[in-house]
Nanobody, 114 residues
């Protein structure tokens, strides 16, 4: 059973940066594609960025130009570098496969203050 544990969130001012981490517990990390999502209470979970097993990346418009997804197959971790943060980036952030194939972790809360 795969377990995903997100960390790195916190309170940051507008224009600041955060680096989120997602640690994967289980086997076959390097064979999977991964994604970062975020969710605001009362709204659907939003896909932000994906990274394939080979390292290619794709971004949704809300993340393009400010967020960078990366992975470290040796450490079995996925990262999301977030720059130039805005109040509308306030949400709980999650990692998973692009098709949500794994059990969801607890997420990590990001709060951007103006």
């Amino acid at each position: 059973q795969v377990q995903l544990v997100e960390s790195g969130g916190g309170l940051v001012q507008v224009g600041g940066s955060l680096r989120l981490s997602c640690e994967y517990f289980g086997r076959n990390f390097r064979f999977h594609n991964y994604a970062w999502f975020r969710q605001v209470p009362g709204k659907q979970r939003e896909l932000l960025a994906t990274i394939a097993s080979g390292g290619s990346t794709n971004y949704r418009q809300s993340a393009s130009g400010r967020f960078v997804i990366s992975r470290d197959n040796t450490k079995k971790m996925v990262f999301l570098q977030m720059n130039d943060l805005k109040p509308e980036d306030t949400a709980t952030y999650y990692c998973n496969g692009p098709n949500s194939v794994f059990p969801w972790g607890q997420g990590t809360q990001v709060t951007v203050s103006s």
